[in-house]
């Protein structure tokens, strides 16, 4: 419903823009004019724009990218989460009529720690394997994920080509075990701090949900570990 004509200036401009969105007139994707463009067009402050494009931002209908200026978002990819259930991120933007992508940021060999020797049944001073790749849906990054996995049973993955593939296939392709279900999950709401920002086209603080997920195969073997930071203006989990 439109702002009545008395609301406060920043949200007629609010619902100006959003409307255009809705009917087309901003493409998502598509950069929208800056502040003082707005300011000019709509005869107000910078700061009354500044304001309506923060509550857009904020609502999911925009994204500030860093250096660049603001964009309209892609639609939200919606994902449910039912007790033990998994889908993997590929599967999941086929559903949503979307093309998953992947580029991989680094790939350390790192100490086991407490909770993930617990997970893994590892003995002390056990190695992982840590990768940390940026995942897209349509080219627009979605999440920084992370994923440990014993280092001894899972080496070739220290070397392997990861761009834009499943990290499950290939998981499951060097160790031989399909993953089939979720051992634990937990979801917290976080800030990015400023290299998940500049990899995730965010500015820092801006919000993220961290999702954190021990996987398991057929007899319940613990398989891999996954830390990810999802952006909250692009995603939204059905719990």
Known sequence: ????????????IYDEIKDAI???????????????ELAEQYEV?????????????SDGY???????GTFVSTPHINRQFHASTLQTFT????????????HVIDRQIVPA??????????QKDALLLHIKRVRTADGEPIFEENI?????????????????KSIFAEVERVGGTPIVSVGYRTVEAVRANAEQAAELGIAPHDPLLNLRA?????????VLMGKQYYVGSRYVMVM
């Open 148 to 164: 440990f996995v014993p280092f001894d049973a899972y080496r070739e993955l220290l070397t392997a080509d990861l761009e834009n």
């Open 1 to 12: 419903m439109p702002a009545p004509k008395n609301a406060p200036l920043y949200q007629q």
């Open 22 to 36: 809705e009917k087309g007139v901003y493409a998502p994707k598509e950069r929208i004019p800056s502040e003082l």
């Open 62 to 68: 925009l994204v500030k990218q860093q250096g660049r």
């Open 91 to 102: 599967a999941l933007c086929a559903g949503n009529g979307m093309k998953a992508g992947a």
């Open 214 to 222: 021990g996987f398991t195969g057929p007899d319940d073997e613990p």
């Open 113 to 122: 720690r407490q909770n993930e020797m617990e997970f893994f049944g590892l």
């Open 45 to 57: 402050s910078r700061i009354t724009v500044r304001r309506a494009v923060e509550e857009l931002c």
